[in-house]
């Protein structure tokens, strides 16, 4: 199993979101590790063989910093762990941050447009970006209102927008694309390049739950990943997959979505996984 969409910061920054989410929001996760080893121990207790794992630069000056804590992160923990790089636009030059962090083993590029308050379509992009299609990494993109955002800018448009710009650049919009996720599987049926995750989509104990019909997910399987946005998730490790599994998909769609998808994201994970 490959998981896209984890969380590892390092300690004063994870402290600091962990306060974030005590003090505004209802989600419970404090009983969840912050720890990297025990955070990657409890996906591979899970069955987890290969995991990709983000931060993000809220302010400038902090990326590069943050971006060696990845990486060698990764390296401390071996094989199947891998870590995507952050930038920000506000840093002098984040191109050059960008393919620091990529010589340095990152596989590809975390962007959360709330929380970094930009947009993945601003031009000042485009030259981060061809430096990861030129790697042939991805960047996993939190586009849109989700799950707290006000932000009515049309999210849908603006991938679209950087799929044309970059022919070879792969984007995956977490959360399901949540609330476009509908417009955005039409779209991935056109784009091979374009991905969805499944994080706290299809668990039931979460609280951005949707319910999606079978036929929908088993036509959409050859584009859906795995994720989970662990450890910053109010409800068990496993309840993204035990609510995957309980839709009586296809064996194909399945493992589509939990792994095979994966391995076409970067060629490190499609050399990870058995």
Known sequence: MIDVHTHLHPPRLFAAIRRWFAERSPWEIQHHPTE???????????GVETFVFCSYAHKPGISRELNAWLAQTARDLGAGAFALATVHLDDPDPAG???????DGCIGLKVHENVQRLHLDDPRFAPVLDAVAAAEGFVLVHVGAIPWSDDTHDGPARIARVLAAHPRLRIVVAHFGVPDSLRYIEMAAQEPRLFL???????RESPMHVFFPHDTIE????QIVYGTDWPNIPHAYDSELRALEAMELSPGALDAI?????????????RSAP
């Open 258 to 270: 939990t792994r095979e998808n994966a391995r076409r994201l970067a060629p490190a994970l499609a």
């Open 197 to 203: 995750d499944t994080t706290m989509v299809f668990a």
């Open 97 to 103: 941050d960008m393919r620091e962090a990529l010589r």
């Open 36 to 46: 990297p080893r025990a955070v990657a121990q409890a996906m591979r207790d899970a």
């Open 219 to 222: 036509r959409a399987a050859g």
